[in-house]
Each structure stands twice: as C-alpha cells, then as structure tokens.
C-alpha cells in the first residue's frame, strides 16, 4: 500500500512558479514509477509528467515540456513538480500517483494504483 498526499498548490499569476510536493507512506516507495496527472473543470484527467524508480527516466506533456520538471527524492519518499512559467490554461487540479512498473504506458492513467487527493493549481492572466 502507498499513500499519497500532495501539497504546495495555490494561486498565482501567469508568468509566476509553483512546487508541488507528493509525500508518500511505505517503505518501497523507491519501487514505484510516479506520475503527476491534472484535471480542468468539465475535462479528462491529463498526464502531466512521470519519473522512473531512480529518478534517471522523464516523460513530460508536450504542453509542458521546458516550464515543468518532476523529481523526486528517495530518502524523504517524497515527489516534486516544478511549475515555472505558467500559463492560465495550467489551472486545474494536480494529483500525484503510483505505479508498479515503467514504460510508455505510464503516460496514460492505466498503469497506477494509488492516487493521491490533490491539490489546486489556479493561475490567473
């Protein structure tokens, strides 16, 4: 079981920076890929970014590809997301997850059991 619980969303203004932290319960944290997922008001869940077991492979959204950078750190089990740069359509609700193995798929929802609540982002123009 891995539990989840992201924070460091608020409200900024477009140009501005956000971290988000994900701190994880567990003692295999570091078997985990992580992932960040967003959702907008009335639209789908969104990938955002992940990052492998160590750290040494990305996927990055092509929409936020050069402003967002995911990280994450073993000894604390805790993930990051680095926001610069952000634009107003970056609003929404961010959510970290968990999932059991790396490879492409871990760009789509399918591959993670465990999610975390959330946190709001809200950029202003």
């Known amino acids: 079981q891995v539990q989840l619980v992201e924070s460091g969303g608020g409200l900024v203004q477009a140009g501005g920076s956000l971290r988000l932290s994900c701190a994880a319960s567990?003692?295999?944290?570091?078997?985990?890929?992580l992932g960040w997922f967003r959702q907008a008001p009335g639209k789908e869940r969104q990938f955002v970014a992940a990052i492998s077991f160590s750290g040494g492979g990305t996927y990055y959204a092509d929409s936020v590809k050069g402003r967002f950078t995911i990280s994450r750190d073993n000894a604390k089990n805790t993930l990051y997301l680095q926001m610069n740069s952000l634009k107003p359509e970056d609003t929404a609700v961010y959510s970290c997850?968990?999932?059991?193995?790396?490879?492409?798929?871990?760009?789509?929802?399918?591959?993670?059991?465990?999610w975390g609540q959330g946190t709001q982002v809200t950029v202003s123009s």
């Open positions: 567990g003692r295999t944290f570091n078997t985990y890929t």
């Open positions: 997850a968990a999932a059991p193995f790396w490879n492409s798929r871990v760009v789509t929802t399918d591959p993670y059991d465990y």
